[in-house]
């Protein structure tokens, strides 16, 4: 499954502490509304994805799309996996993540792919269901 998502903020510019209490910061905020509104958006397939997920492990892959290849986008993947729990509904315990590549572009973003480890025959359903879904729409 290949989700297309924003560069999320950094883990360091993911709170402030207002009034002695510790808040999200509204870049923070802003992306994991983007990732529940792309949830919806695409709540087929991920439906299909979750209905497939049984306590698997999920791998995910990731290339990033950045303007600067000094960027440390380890401070990334806190805040990415928040969004994908949002967006999938599963937690990210259940996470293994694989850095792609690092492609310089300006038009920054992430591609997302999203697969379950060591099951070629929950792969190739998943597949199967979303070439299905993209044939209807």
């Known amino acids: 499954m290949l989700i297309i ?8 510019r993911k709170f402030f ?7 999200l910061t509204k870049e923070v905020k802003d992306f994991y509304e983007y990732c529940e ?8 397939e991920v439906a299909e994805l979750c209905s497939l997920w049984d306590k698997d492990m999920l ?21 990415l996996f928040d969004g994908l729990k949002r967006l999938l509904g599963i937690d990210d315990k259940y996470y293994l993540l694989t850095e792609l590549k690092k492609v310089k572009d300006i038009n920054e973003k992430l591609k997302i792919f999203i697969s379950f480890d060591n099951n070629d025959e929950k792969n190739k359903q998943l597949l ?9 729409t």
Not at 37 to 44: A, F, I, K, W
Not at 59 to 79: A, F, G, H, Q, W
């Open 17 to 23: 502490v207002s009034n002695g209490r510790i808040v």
């Open 128 to 136: 199967e269901k979303l070439e299905k879904i993209n044939k209807n």
């Open 37 to 44: 509104d792309y949830s919806l958006e695409h709540y087929r």
């Open 59 to 79: 791998r995910i892959e990731v290339e990033y799309y950045i303007k600067t290849m000094r960027r440390d986008t380890s401070n990334l993947i806190p805040v």
């Open 5 to 12: 998502l924003p560069i999320p903020p950094s883990k360091n």
